[in-house]
């Protein structure tokens, strides 16, 4: 099957530093990826849709400033959470549509990301 | 606005039968999804359906209703390692996914 790597899995750093999450397709390309954050016992809330070589579309309320999304290849979107602070504290999760299914494609989802901010 | 809503939590007993409802109230429909998440693990894919009736994949089975905006995952011979969020989500008239919060079952012995 579909399989998306994320990483780091974990990963603790300082008020104020940059953090960058990566997201791969290991055995598909993937035209679009897709940027989740998830609170305890929330649901998933969508930040931004990634598509390779273009822009990232963000939701409402997202700053784009503070999460840069960069979608170089058909296997790998980028999340940086810049200048962070201790409310980014969050599980963030990407997934990914494989390049030619269309809008009711299956996403497959990575491992998910615990980002600490101390 | 756009809305789904399923129990925050359930409780079932090993070797039982459990059914986690999802009512939706969104623009437009596209598909209804369930997935399983594991706590601190994202969440990995269960069923689909886009079209009214039950779809059966082993244990678990998955039903719809569009016209009452009404699905349902029924999770069969319940095993220990089911306990899980089970998450409901709904594809718009602009294929975005809307997620519901997701209903934590519990599996007691």
């Known amino acids: 099957g579909a399989v998306v790597s994320q990483h780091p899995s974990r990963v603790i750093c300082k008020s104020g530093t940059s953090v960058k999450i990566e997201c791969r397709s290991l055995?598909?390309?993937?035209?679009?990826m897709f940027w989740y954050r998830q609170f305890p016992k929330q649901s998933l809330m969508l930040m931004a849709t990634?598509?390779?070589?273009?822009?990232?579309?963000?939701e409402q309320g997202v700053e784009k400033d503070k999460f840069l999304i960069n979608h170089a290849s058909l296997t790998l979107s980028t999340l940086t959470v810049t200048s962070a602070h201790p409310e980014d504290s969050s599980f963030y999760i990407c997934?990914?549509?494989?390049?030619?299914?269309?809008?009711?494609?299956?996403?497959?989802f990575g491992e998910g990301s615990r980002l600490t901010v101390l | 606005g756009q809305n789904i809503d399923q129990p925050t939590e359930m409780t079932a007993t090993e070797g039982a039968i459990v059914q986690i409802n999802c009512t939706y109230q969104?623009?437009?429909?596209?598909?209804l999804f369930w997935y399983q998440q594991h706590a601190g693990e994202a969440p990995t894919f269960l069923s689909y359906?886009?079209l009214d009736g039950l779809e059966e994949k082993g244990r678990f089975s998955s039903f719809l209703s569009r016209s009452k905006g009404y699905s349902y995952l029924l999770l069969k011979e319940l095993q220990m390692k089911d306990s899980a969020s089970y998450l409901c989500?709904?594809?718009?008239?602009?294929?975005?996914?809307?997620w519901g919060a997701g209903t934590k079952l519990i599996i007691k012995p």
């Open positions: 997934s990914a549509r494989p390049r030619g299914q269309g809008e009711s494609g299956e996403l497959f």
């Open positions: 055995d598909f390309q993937a035209t679009t």
């Open positions: 990634s598509n390779e070589g273009s822009k990232a579309t963000y």
């Open positions: 969104t623009s437009g429909f596209n598909g």
């Open positions: 359906n886009v």
């Open positions: 989500a709904v594809k718009d008239s602009n294929y975005q996914l809307i």
